[in-house]
């Protein structure tokens, strides 16, 4: 078994799980695709066998692969970075990373099989939810975001995309609630007591003030502004700012400017609106962290049997991913302008000068 030493923010690790084998010779992929982004695709594959593996990670009988190409990578730090998080990060409601497989033109990343979908999905679908719903989603959230807290990972990109079900509903014994699940950490980064991180991003509607500020933050407190966001959309069914043109988003945000609109906020308890307060404070350091969340009353078994408005939640969810597939469509079209760009460009450079 081969392993790789990655050198992630000055600081070396051994990676026992790393081997430059064929991943074939381990797992048997599908051919439908799971899903796929600018440089990857998933898909779904079985373990040859399953168990502990040579890499003496124990591994299931069903995995997802995210296949890289690493061609289309344009900076492997990127990759690495995510990998050494996902790797240190071993909790119930995060997506686990069992190995890799990285061969000369593809890296594998064998992680574990989530089958559930988005959590918004099965909200709509089920077409009932409570309070009490929201709080106990919110407790797995915030649990999560503790441990990555204390292990200083932030995410940096919550939003319910991100935000998986392990299994359907369906598929577990009644009463039995699947498990919420953590994904994608690519914009994840490991903070540091000397370096602020001062990178723009995450996605606009959900993106935390001292973002947009550019002057730098150094906290997962960012992570909590984004958990305020979904918790107010799990309440009324619609985001707490909503602006279509960017620059008037951004000011909404910037100063804090929301509010809980009659008739969608009246049945909601106070409680409900208190926690949302705290998530949505527009100083860093007076929003509540992972930790304060649950200890809050409402998360702790205050929060009511009231039956909440999933209408507004199903028109929302239903926007949210005609935007998504557009944007990626959008992508799509600017990878394949740039490939035929580069491919002229080659073409150019090896035609021989005529006299």
Known sequence: MGSLVLVVQGV???????????????????????????FAKVYKATTIKPGVQDSGVTVPANVAIKVIDKKKVEDMNDITREIDIMENCQH???????????????????????????????????????????????RTLCSALAYLHSKK???????????????????????????????DFGLARVISDKDMMRTACGTPGYVAPEVLKNKGYSSGAVDLWSAGVILYILLCGFPPFYEEELPALFDQILKGRYDFPSP??????????????????????????????????????????????????????????????????????????????AAKLQESANAKPTA
Not at 97 to 117: A, H, P, Q, R, S
Not at 158 to 176: H, Q, R, S, T, Y
Not at 289 to 314: F, M, R, Y
Request: hydrophobic share 40%.
């Open 12 to 38: 070396s690790r051994q990676m026992g799980f790393f081997t430059k084998k064929q991943v074939t010779k381990h797992y048997k992929f599908e051919k439908k695709e799971l899903g796929s982004g600018n």
């Open 92 to 138: 119930d409601n995060v997506i686990r990373l069992y190995e890799i497989f990285d061969e000369k033109e593809k890296m594998n990343l064998v992680m574990e099989l989530v089958t559930g979908g988005e959590l918004f999905d099965e909200i709509v679908s089920r077409g009932s939810f409570t309070e009490k719903d929201s709080a106990k989603v919110m």
């Open 264 to 341: 969608w906020w009246d049945n909601v308890s106070t409680g409900a609106k208190d926690l949302v307060k705290g998530l949505l404070t527009v100083d860093p350091a007076k929003r509540l962290t992972a930790e304060d969340v649950l200890k809050h009353q409402w998360i702790c078994g205050n929060a009511p049997e009231i039956e909440l408005n999933t209408s507004q939640l199903k028109k929302y969810n239903a926007s949210r991913k005609l935007k998504a597939a557009a944007a990626k469509i959008i992508a799509q079209k600017k990878n394949i302008a740039n490939l035929v760009a």
């Open 153 to 183: 990972v932030v995410h940096r990109d919550l939003k319910p995309e991100n935000i998986l079900l392990a299994c359907k509903k369906e598929d577990l014994p009644p009463g039995v609630e699947p498990e919420i699940k953590v994904a």
